[in-house]
């Protein structure tokens, strides 16, 4: 589409929509309206992971869920697919909400904190790398 020129005809010259102009489907459009996700703990740090492949045969997901599930071939978490998607993080919850709810996504098990190295380890690597 086309801007209009000062005469009200359009311009061939200026482009309204780019590649740079992002998604044409508004995000609330997206998700039906809703805001809200069905599972409150998708935070933007929550890891996600796909069940198994898109299929052809997931024909009814539309596009965007697709998407998901290429990214989510691999851990990934909720910020980085809203960063790959280009959408708001909250449009990103209810989307992966509902392919949950389809069992195409499942949640990976939080970090367990026993694990985590302790504070004077990380002490010790900042002050390496410090000293380099």
């Known amino acids: 589409m086309t801007?209009?020129?000062?005469?009200?005809?359009p311009d061939?010259?200026?482009l309204w929509v780019d590649d740079e102009a992002g998604p044409l489907i508004r995000p609330y459009a997206m998700t039906s309206g809703r805001t809200r996700p069905r599972h409150a703990d998708l935070d933007l740090i929550a890891v996600l992971m796909a069940t198994r492949p898109a299929l052809p045969s997931?024909?009814?997901?539309?596009?965007?869920?697709a998407e998901i599930m290429a990214l989510c071939q691999h851990p990934v978490s909720v910020a980085e697919i809203a960063a790959h998607l280009r959408l708001p993080a909250g449009t990103v919850r209810v989307l992966l909400s509902d392919l949950l709810e389809r069992?195409?996504?499942?949640?990976r098990a939080p970090v367990n904190v026993t694990h985590l190295p302790s504070a004077d380890i990380l002490k010790a690597v900042i002050d390496g790398i410090r000293a380099l």
């Open 3 to 9: 801007a209009p020129s000062p005469d009200g005809l």
């Open 12 to 14: 061939q010259g200026m």
């Open 58 to 65: 997931d024909g009814g997901l539309g596009t965007v869920y």
């Open 103 to 107: 069992r195409l996504v499942r949640r």
